[in-house]
Antibody, heavy 123, light 107 residues
Framework: EVQLLESGGGLVQPGGSLRLSCAAS????????MSWVRQAPGKGLEWVSA????????NYADSVKGRLTISRDNSKNTLFLQMNSLGADDAAVYYC????????????????WGRGTLVTVSS | EIVLTQSPATLSLSPGERATLSCRAS??????LAWYQQRPGQAPRLLIY???NRATGIPARFSGSGSGTDFTLTISSLEPEDFAVYFC?????????FGGGTKVEIK
């Protein structure tokens, strides 16, 4: 079955760190760019970060640049998001998402989403 | 950053009616626009990409149109499962951005 399963969310104090993981299955993980998208409670979607299939290229939203780091381990079919210096604005459900590909070209739309993992930032 | 503005914020319709949702970009996104559906408690689902291409498994009642800065998602005849929130997203420029969403609710 083609799926993405996020983990690693939880309660963290302001200024703290957290590492999210996303386990992929049912497709050739290394062939696809991946992304993280977050959604604060009751709010809309916010793109956070993206990474190419081989991990050599990354992009970040300005709101997280320098604090969040995306990475991947293709040998373990897993995507990561290292989150440092967390603040109240980072509280959200974090989704990992698979990027649409046409041939080898990433379309930067998302055709497979996980169920999300909730990050709560509070003292 | 390209800002996507969706309207209306809420659309109140009855099953069987036609829904027309709008997404306006602050600058041209060419044809690089997608639409997603999000039902309560679920992850988003890709409906339409590059303006008018339906994603795999998406029913024909969903269609997209537009170009440049003005785009429309049309649901020709609302089914009970279509009452949800819809988001547009552009891939023309980094950062990728989403619209604020339109909620389609039962009238």
């Amino acid at each position: 079955e083609v799926q993405l399963l996020e983990s690693g969310g939880g309660l963290v104090q302001p200024g703290g760190s957290l590492r999210l993981s996303c386990a992929a299955s049912g497709f050739t993980f290394s062939s696809f760019a991946m992304s993280w998208v977050r959604q604060a409670p009751g709010k809309g979607l916010e793109w956070v970060s993206a990474i190419s299939g081989n991990g050599g290229s990354t992009n970040y939203a300005d709101s997280v640049k320098g604090r969040l780091t995306i990475s991947r381990d293709n040998s373990k079919n897993t995507l990561f998001l290292q989150m440092n210096s967390l603040g109240a604005d980072d509280a959200a459900v974090y989704y990992c998402a698979k990027v649409v590909v046409d041939g080898n070209y990433p379309y930067w739309f998302f055709d497979l989403w996980g169920r999300g993992t909730l990050v709560t930032v509070s003292s | 950053e390209i800002v996507l503005t969706q309207s209306p914020a809420t659309l109140s319709l009855s099953p069987g009616e036609r829904a027309t949702l709008s997404c306006r970009a602050s600058q041209s996104v060419n044809s690089y626009l997608a639409w997603y559906q999000q039902r309560p408690g679920q992850a988003p689902r890709l409906l339409i990409y590059d303006v008018s291409n339906r994603a795999t498994g998406i029913p024909a009642r969903f269609s997209g149109s537009g170009s440049g800065t003005d785009f429309t998602l049309t649901i020709s005849s609302l089914e009970p499962e279509d009452f949800a929130v819809y988001f547009c997203q552009q891939r023309r420029n980094w950062p990728l951005t989403f619209g604020g969403g339109t909620k389609v609710e039962i009238k």
